[in-house]
């Protein structure tokens, strides 16, 4: 049983910055592509940024280039997003997700990803 949980979030100024995990267990975790995805209240779910299996190979929102950074640690199981500048539009619940599939390259539509985490909320306040 795949398992996805995602920590880090939290209330911070506008300004600030966050550093999101996602730890990941119940499969070798190194052969499989992750993605952040978020959604705010009252809207659609949007794609953050994904990463490819070994790492190598990142994708981001077009919006969140040079703010956001995605990281993977094969050897802890382990994604990360690290958010800077936060603005108040980035308020959301930031979902992981991966594949069922392995070594498959990243992508940023979210009906590729077949487990998700149960999220974690940022808020950022003005």
């Known amino acids: 049983q795949v398992q996805l949980v995602e920590s880090g979030g939290g209330l911070v100024q506008a300004g600030g910055s966050l550093r999101l995990s996602c730890g990941a267990s119940?499969?070798?975790?190194?052969?499989?592509?992750m993605a952040w995805f978020r959604q705010a209240p009252g809207k659609e779910r949007e794609f953050v940024a994904a990463i490819s299996w070994d790492g190598i190979r990142t994708i981001y929102a077009d919006s969140l280039k040079g703010r956001f950074t995605i990281s993977k640690d094969n050897a802890k199981n382990t994604m990360i997003l690290h958010m800077n500048v936060l603005k108040p539009e980035d308020t959301a619940v930031y979902y992981c997700?991966?594949?069922?599939?392995?070594?498959?390259?990243?992508?940023?539509?979210?009906?590729?990803?077949?487990?998700w985490g149960q999220g974690t909320q940022v808020t950022v306040s003005s």
């Open positions: 119940g499969r070798t975790f190194r052969d499989y592509a």
């Open positions: 997700a991966t594949p069922v599939t392995p070594w498959i390259e990243p992508t940023i539509y979210d009906n590729r990803y077949e487990y």
